[in-house]
C-alpha cells in the first residue's frame, strides 16, 4: 500500500507560479512512476507530467515549456513546478505512484487532490 498526500495548491493570477508536492508512505518510492494528472468539472482526468524511477519524464503538450515534474527519493516526495500559469490549468491536481511488477500486476495509487485556480 502507498499513502499520497498533495500540498501546494491555491489561488494564483494568470502568469503566476506554484509548486505542488505529493509525500508517499508505506512502499519503496523509488520503485514508482510517480505522476500529476488534473481533473476539471465536466472533463476526464487527464495526465499533465509523469516521471519514472529513473529520472525519465514525460508532459502533456498543453504544459511543456511550462510545467516541470521532479523527485527527491530520498524524501519520498514528487514535485510539479508550474509556471506561466494559465486558466485553463485550473483543475483539481491528483498524484498518482504506479508500479508494474514482474509477474506484471499493475498497482496504482492516487493522493486526495489540491485544487488549483488561475484568475485574476
Known amino acids: 500500500q502507498v499513502q499520497l498526500v498533495e500540498s501546494g495548491g491555491g489561488l494564483v493570477q494568470p502568469g503566476g507560479s506554484l509548486r505542488l508536492s505529493c509525500t508517499a508512505t508505506g512502499s519503496i518510492f523509488s520503485l514508482y512512476a510517480m505522476g500529476w494528472y488534473r481533473q476539471s468539472p465536466g472533463k476526464q482526468r487527464e495526465a499533465v507530467a509523469v516521471i519514472t524511477g529513473g529520472g525519465s519524464t514525460n508532459y502533456a503538450d498543453s504544459v511543456k515549456g511550462r510545467f516541470t515534474i521532479s523527485r527527491d527519493n530520498a524524501k519520498n516526495t514528487v514535485y510539479l513546478q508550474m509556471n506561466s500559469l494559465k486558466p485553463e490549468d485550473t483543475a483539481g491536481y491528483y498524484c498518482?505512484?504506479?508500479?508494474?511488477?514482474?509477474?506484471?500486476?499493475?498497482?496504482?495509487?492516487w493522493g486526495q487532490g489540491t485544487q488549483v485556480t488561475v484568475s485574476s
Open positions: 498518482n505512484a504506479h508500479r508494474r511488477s514482474p509477474t506484471g500486476l499493475e498497482y496504482d495509487y
